[in-house]
């Protein structure tokens, strides 16, 4: 069903945009869906054109050996954003249902004339995207063992060349047809299925998190505070003075705190960290910061992108606060909901016994009581606990 708020921001748009937006806005619906009406009859024609297409199709050399699922990531329709772990987690196990052990990413560069979402494109500008795609979701492919390749396909390239006849991932993907998931819910259906292998550090990033720690001295089993600092949706920022005040008692506890700062923000003076250590790297290179996550004690995130990573990889210990915020862009209750969850659920259905999910806001004492159930029902992580057993090349 067309919800009322829908139309009614359609109905704006057309008032501030006029009837040149509208007509772009339908050719982009008929191509990438978003509407009920609208994916039902898309689905229809584009079975009725691959129906008629199948007898002319000339035979065509597959890019991928038979084990292997094609992965569409389009950025003409999905963001470059950290829910990009979810998309690969949910492709591996769509694969693994029909036979494919591996998964090879393509991903269609954007065409920066279709982005209409201003108040996002003033925070993350095209040049800030195209850095996002290579270095959060390219470096995502390579510490997905499942991963078994990618490849960076032009806006204007023929898709259809490379995927015909072949099973793809979104289901019926083609150039006519960008059948995305329209929620999560659809997404966390497949990763429920808990058939994904998910994120895994190398050994090589676990080797220099090591050595970083001996450089530091640090002894103690380490608490990651990972803190969200940006521009866009700043209602879900982290309250930096709370976290500080964990930090001191959890210090006192004989924890040693981390703090991984945004990675927009990481080079902003914030006194308040001035007494912790702050690891920048992590930003910058996430093999490093898959490496410390699962070298830590636990990990704390609130309203991060980047708990995807965290959640999606069976060694991380972590607690992800996720409050329903309603001044949010993208935490309000309807969004929340459209995970799939219930309110008050304390882990993902796909989750390990040791990721926690926490519904708190981020006040010192909501911290600190979600640390303590923490400690009472995981067991102290071992040192050789998380070290990684895969051969790189590098060794």
Same mark, same amino acid.
């Given at each position: 069903? /067309?919800?009322?708020?829908?139309?009614?921001?359609?109905?704006?748009? /057309?008032?501030?945009? =006029?009837? !040149?937006?509208?007509?772009?806005? *339908?050719?982009?619906?008929?191509?990438?869906?978003?509407?009920?009406?609208?994916?039902?009859?898309? &689905?229809?024609?584009e079975s009725l054109r691959k129906l008629c297409q199948r007898n002319n199709d000339a035979p065509q050399n597959k890019i991928v050996p038979e084990d292997t699922l094609l992965a569409v990531y389009d950025l003409n329709v999905v963001p470059a954003t950290f829910d990009f772990a979810f998309f690969l987690a949910a492709a591996e196990t769509f694969g693994k249902s029909h036979g494919k052990s591996k998964v090879f990413v393509l991903f269609l560069q954007k065409n920066s004339e279709q982005s209409d979402n201003e108040s996002y494109l003033a925070i993350v500008p095209e040049d800030s995207q195209q850095w996002r795609l290579n270095n959060m979701l390219v470096q995502l492919s390579q510490l997905y063992p499942? %991963?078994? =390749?990618? =490849?960076?396909?032009?806006?204007?390239?023929?898709?259809?060349?490379?995927?015909?006849?072949?099973?793809?991932?979104?289901?019926?993907?083609?150039?006519?047809?960008?059948?995305?998931?329209?929620?999560?819910?659809? *997404?966390?259906?497949?990763?429920?299925?808990? +058939?994904?292998?998910?994120?895994? !550090?190398?050994?090589?990033? *676990?080797?220099?998190?090591?050595?970083?720690?001996?450089?530091?001295?640090?002894? &103690?089993?380490?608490?990651?505070?990972? +803190?969200?600092?940006?521009?866009?949706?700043?209602?879900?920022?982290?309250? *930096?003075?709370?976290?500080?005040?964990? !930090?001191?008692?959890?210090?006192?506890? =004989?924890?040693?705190?981390?703090?991984?700062?945004?990675?927009?923000?990481?080079?902003?003076?914030?006194?308040?960290?001035?007494?912790?250590?702050?690891?920048?790297?992590? %930003?910058?290179?996430?093999?490093?910061?898959?490496?410390?996550?699962?070298? !830590?004690?636990?990990?704390?995130?609130?309203?991060? &992108?980047?708990?995807? /990573?965290?959640?999606?990889?069976?060694?991380?210990?972590?607690?992800?606060?996720?409050?329903?915020?309603?001044? #949010?862009?993208?935490?309000?209750?309807?969004?929340?909901?459209?995970?799939?969850?219930? #309110?008050?659920?304390?882990?993902?259905?796909?989750?390990?016994?040791?990721?926690?999910?926490?519904?708190?806001?981020?006040?010192?004492?909501? /911290?600190?009581?979600?640390? +303590?159930?923490?400690? &009472?029902?995981?067991?102290?992580?071992?040192?050789?606990?998380?070290?990684?057993?895969?051969?790189? %090349? %590098?060794?």
């Amino acid at each position: 069903m /067309i919800s009322f708020v829908r139309l009614n921001s359609v109905a704006k748009k /057309i008032q501030k945009k =006029g009837f !040149a937006w509208l007509y772009a806005r *339908i050719k982009r619906e008929v191509v990438s869906p978003t509407f009920d009406i609208t994916r039902y009859m898309s &689905g229809q024609i584009e079975s009725l054109r691959k129906l008629c297409q199948r007898n002319n199709d000339a035979p065509q050399n597959k890019i991928v050996p038979e084990d292997t699922l094609l992965a569409v990531y389009d950025l003409n329709v999905v963001p470059a954003t950290f829910d990009f772990a979810f998309f690969l987690a949910a492709a591996e196990t769509f694969g693994k249902s029909h036979g494919k052990s591996k998964v090879f990413v393509l991903f269609l560069q954007k065409n920066s004339e279709q982005s209409d979402n201003e108040s996002y494109l003033a925070i993350v500008p095209e040049d800030s995207q195209q850095w996002r795609l290579n270095n959060m979701l390219v470096q995502l492919s390579q510490l997905y063992p499942a %991963c078994s =390749g990618y =490849g960076l396909l032009p806006s204007n390239a023929k898709v259809d060349n490379f995927i015909q006849n072949q099973l793809v991932y979104p289901a019926g993907y083609s150039s006519t047809y960008k059948s995305y998931p329209k929620n999560y819910a659809e *997404i966390f259906e497949l990763i429920d299925k808990r +058939l994904f292998t998910g994120f895994s !550090a190398l050994k090589t990033g *676990i080797n220099y998190i090591q050595q970083w720690m001996n450089s530091n001295n640090i002894t &103690g089993q380490m608490v990651v505070i990972t +803190l969200r600092n940006y521009g866009y949706d700043e209602t879900r920022n982290s309250n *930096i003075d709370e976290w500080v005040k964990f !930090a001191h008692w959890v210090k006192n506890e =004989g924890f040693t705190p981390i703090f991984v700062p945004d990675t927009d923000s990481c080079w902003t003076s914030a006194k308040e960290l001035e007494h912790f250590i702050v690891f920048i790297e992590p %930003c910058w290179n996430l093999g490093l910061r898959m490496a410390i996550y699962e070298q !830590a004690f636990m990990n704390f995130f609130y309203s991060n &992108g980047t708990s995807a /990573i965290g959640s999606l990889n069976k060694k991380i210990r972590l607690i992800a606060m996720n409050p329903v915020i309603e001044d #949010s862009t993208h935490f309000e209750a309807d969004v929340v909901n459209s995970f799939g969850l219930v #309110s008050g659920q304390r882990r993902y259905n796909f989750a390990e016994k040791h990721q926690f999910l926490s519904w708190k806001q981020d006040t010192f004492e909501n /911290i600190r009581d979600e640390f +303590l159930e923490f400690v &009472g029902s995981v067991p102290p992580l071992e040192k050789s606990e998380n070290v990684d057993k895969r051969v790189t %090349c %590098c060794e």
